[in-house]
């Protein structure tokens, strides 16, 4: 299997342009919750993901523990250090960060802003364009590193040149994908919780 492979960094000027066009649309008061939101998700998937991802896998890996208290077993033990996430440089690790990444962009944008109001002034336009711009770069920054990171994990750090035709390859040895079971299933519990919490004001309506 192959496909033609674009040249990432091309793409920079055409989403700027295009999230600058939404935000314009919007204006100032709605895009700046959406900027502020993604400036918030970016500092903690691309540029803290360690602190961030580190506080949810000591949570995960000491229930059993906390567990074993509360059924008076002292002697319960955390499990593997590693085992939700691996190390900064895996894939699991990656694959998480990627993952909370679009799942807090997905609240950013879900989420309706008390203040926001439609653009009733030449300011508010043209301060929505310069936000949605901004925006635009921090969702490129973001879908950037996790593509560096992906190179590195190949060992191919250098982008492939605009029309390269890259061959994917099989998976071959099995454990690698099961080393990923419980990064997905937390994951994926994560986004239940997300989900469910979103659903909890209509329980009273």
């Known amino acids: 299997m192959s496909f033609t492979f674009s040249t990432f960094q091309a793409l920079l000027l055409p989403m700027i342009l295009i999230f600058a066009f939404f935000g314009y649309r919007r204006g100032s008061l709605a895009e700046i919750g959406i900027t502020g939101g993604m400036a918030l998700v970016v500092l903690l998937t691309v540029f803290f993901p360690s602190q961030l991802l580190g506080f949810i896998n000591r949570v995960v890996v000491n229930i059993p523990r906390v567990f074993g208290v509360l059924v008076g077993n002292n002697d319960a033990q955390p499990l593997p250090e590693n085992l939700v996430f691996g190390d900064p440089s895996s894939g699991q690790f990656l694959l998480a960060r990627t993952v909370l990444f679009f799942l807090f962009a997905f609240l950013v944008y879900s989420r309706k802003y008390g203040w926001s109001r439609p653009p009733k002034s030449n300011a508010d336009y043209i301060l ?5 711009g901004f925006t635009g770069l921090l969702w490129f920054v973001a879908l950037n590193d996790f593509l560096n990171g992906l190179r590195a994990l190949r060992s191919n750090p250098v982008l492939p040149p605009e029309g390269t035709t890259i061959v994917v390859p099989t998976v071959g040895d099995i454990n690698s994908l099961v080393a990923l079971v419980p990064t997905i299933a ?12 979103r659903r909890l004001p209509n329980l009273w309506k």
């Open 186 to 197: 937390v994951v994926l519990l994560l986004v239940l919780a997300v989900l469910a919490v």
């Open 128 to 132: 929505g364009l310069l936000l949605g």
